[in-house]
C-alpha cells in the first residue's frame, strides 16, 4: 500500500499523489508499487525490497539518487493468542525531492506522524523528519522493555504460586527478546555514528539537540535491555536451581517412603516361609505379636530417618 503525506501550514496531511517535500509511505508493498516508486525516483528495486526482508540488518548507504537508511524497529507478534515482541526493518529512503519509508506493517513509529502526534514535524525537512522516526523508534524500544519488565514480574509470581513449564517457556521467550532488541539496538547506535558523519545529509544547526536526544535515548534502551536481560537470565538460572532442589526433596521423601514400607514386607515374607524355628511359632498370639513387632521396626525406621532429615 502507497499512502502520501505533506505537511501544509504545520499539520500533516494525506494528498492523493507525490508532490516535492512530501513523505511516501510503502506498507508491505506489492511488486508494481515497489517499481512505480524505483522507476520514479531512480532507486534500486533490490534496496527498495530489502527492508521487506526480516533478516535484514541496520545499515546506511549512499548512492548517486539517493540515500538509503536501515533500521529495526520493535514491533508485536501474537503467537497461540499471547502477544510476543519481534522486531522488523524499516527502510528510509531520502531523495533529492521527498523522503520515502518501506515497512513489512504499519508500526507505531510511523502512525504517530501519519495521525499528526510529533509536533513540530514537517514532511520537506528530511533530516529532522529522519532524527524524529529514531527518536519515536527509541522511545518505541524504551516503552516495549518497561512493558517486558512488567511480564517478567507477572511471570515470577506465577512461578512462585507453582513451576511449570510453561511460565518457564514465557521467561526463554522474554529473554531471547531482549537479545535481539540488544542487537538491533546496537545496530541502530551504529547507524546514527555513520548518520553524523555522511556529507549527503545536510546537518542543521538546530537539529543538533534532537539528534543529541535519539543518541541519549537510544543508549538508555541499550542499557535497559542489559539489565533486563541479565535479571532475567539470573531468574532462569535461580528457578532452574529451586525445581532441580524440589525434585530432590521429593525424591528423597519417596525414598524414605520405600525404607518404611519395605520393613513390613520383610517381617511378612520371613514369616512368610515353611521353614521351623521362627519366634513365637507356637505362641497363639503369634499374630497380634508380628504386627506389634512390625510397628516397632516401622517407628524405629521412621524416627531414625526423621532424624536424618529425610520427611
Not at 521487506?52 to 529495526?72: A, F, G, H, N, P
Amino acid at each position: 500500500m502507497i499512502r502520501y503525506f505533506l505537511t501544509v501550514d504545520g499539520t500533516i496531511s494525506e494528498i492523493e499523489s507525490a508532490k516535492p517535500g512530501c513523505w511516501i509511505s510503502l506498507t508491505h508493498p506489492n511488486s508494481s508499487e515497489i517499481e512505480l516508486i524505483a522507476e520514479r525516483y531512480h532507486i534500486d528495486m533490490d534496496d527498495l525490497r530489502a527492508p521487506l526482508d526480516e533478516e535484514e540488518r541496520s545499515r546506511i548507504e549512499t548512492e548517486d539518487d539517493y540515500t538509503v537508511i536501515v533500521v529495526d524497529i520493535p514491533a508485536i507478534e501474537e503467537r497461540s493468542g499471547t502477544d510476543w515482541f519481534v522486531t522488523l526493518p524499516l527502510g528510509i529512503f531520502v531523495t533529492e525531492d521527498v523522503i520515502i519509508t518501506v515497512c513489512l506493517q504499519d508500526t507505531p513509529v510511523l502512525s504517530a506522524f501519519t495521525d499528526g502526534r510529533v509536533r513540530d514535524h514537517h514532511t520537506f525537512k528530511k533530516t529532522r523528519f529522519i532524527l524524529q522516526i529514531l527518536y519515536k523508534n527509541a522511545q518505541l524500544f524504551l516503552q516495549y522493555l518497561r512493558i517486558i519488565d512488567r511480564k517478567s514480574e507477572i511471570i515470577e509470581k506465577s512461578l512462585h504460586k507453582s513451576q511449570k513449564n510453561k511460565e518457564l517457556i514465557e521467561l526463554l521467550e522474554l529473554e531471547k527478546t531482549l537479545v535481539y532488541f540488544t542487537t538491533s539496538l546496537r545496530g541502530n547506535e551504529m547507524v546514527l555514528e555513520k548518520l553524523l558523519k555522511i556529507a549527503k545529509i545536510k546537518k542543521y544547526p538546530e537539529d543538533e539537540d534532537l539528534l543529541e536526544d535519539v543518541i541519549v535515548e537510544n543508549k538508555q534502551a541499550i542499557e535497559m535491555a542489559n539489565i533486563y536481560s541479565g535479571i532475567l537470565s539470573g531468574m532462569m538460572d535461580a528457578f532452574a536451581s529451586v525445581i532441580s532442589n524440589n525434585q530432590n526433596l521429593v525424591m528423597k521423601t519417596l525414598s524414605a517412603i520405600t525404607i518404611v514400607l519395605s520393613i513390613p514386607n520383610i517381617v511378612a515374607g520371613l514369616y512368610g516361609m515353611n521353614v521351623a524355628g521362627l519366634p513365637f511359632e507356637q505362641s497363639p498370639m503369634a499374630f497380634l505379636l508380628i504386627c506389634a513387632l512390625i510397628l516397632l521396626l516401622t517407628l524405629i525406621a521412621i524416627i531414625v530417618l526423621k532424624k536424618k532429615d529425610m520427611f
